[in-house]
């Protein structure tokens, strides 16, 4: 692993913003699908958002509206901006990255959590606080 490695991450207050990203090693720039995920404590990892090398997009029902994930292929690194957080935001983001996928495979069923990622960063701790 190694190939790819998040930052921006740290403590908010309920309502404000933070700015993830998530640089992309040239070795894996090539990957079709790019996504974030977060866990908090005693919860399962869960899909947050996730964009494809064609730009279509896919949010949990949860952040739908607040978080936008953007990819600048020039900087070869990857975002999450999140608006409006809530305390239920809190947990350990990663991002992730996946080679391809197969016909009728998109970016709804990696953040559904059921496609396989090959790829992951060591994650960025993002604490909201009522």
């Known amino acids: 692993q190694g190939q790819l490695a998040e930052s921006g991450g740290g403590s908010v207050q309920a309502g404000g913003s933070l700015k993830l990203s998530c640089e992309v090693s040239r070795w894996i720039e090539d990957c079709w699908g790019w996504a974030w995920f977060r866990q908090a404590p005693g919860k399962k990892r869960e899909g947050v958002a996730a964009?494809?090398?064609?730009?279509?997009?896919s949010y949990a029902d949860s952040v739908k509206g607040r978080f936008t994930i953007s990819r600048d292929r020039s900087k070869n690194t990857l975002y999450l901006q999140m608006n409006r957080l809530k305390p239920e935001d809190t947990g350990m983001y990663y991002c992730?990255?996946?080679?391809?996928?197969?016909?009728?495979?998109?970016?709804?069923?990696?953040?559904?959590?059921?496609?396989?990622?090959?790829?992951w960063g060591k994650g960025t701790q993002v604490t909201i606080s009522s």
């Open positions: 992730a990255a996946i080679w391809a996928l197969n016909d009728g495979e998109d970016m709804s069923m990696v953040v559904s959590g059921s496609l396989r990622m090959n790829y």
């Open positions: 964009i494809d090398n064609d730009g279509d997009t």
